[in-house]
């Protein structure tokens, strides 16, 4: 199973040449239950960082060989991933990006 990685803007507007990543890769399907290492990146001006990897269970991704993640970025910098049902995988903290 190949990992996916999806890019979304979490908070609107960043400055330009800036976004965050979440990718859910390596997921592996053991007794029933999936688990993925879990990575959130951030770009500026072309250059990646990552900022956040672990791995976390994949609830889902077995069934329908997909799992849809959301991620959030409030005006404080906190940063919240979730899956399809809401659930938090993770929460992190980088203020460096602004709006633009």
Known sequence: MAGKRQRRRAFRPLPPGSDYAIELRNPTLSGGRCSAT??????????????????????GYGATGELTLRAIRRASGAIYVLDEWDNYLVWLSDSDLQSG
Do not use: D, E, F, P
């Open 38 to 59: 879990l990575a959130v990146y951030k770009r500026v001006n072309s250059v990646i960082s990552m900022l956040l990897s672990t791995v976390n269970s994949c609830h």
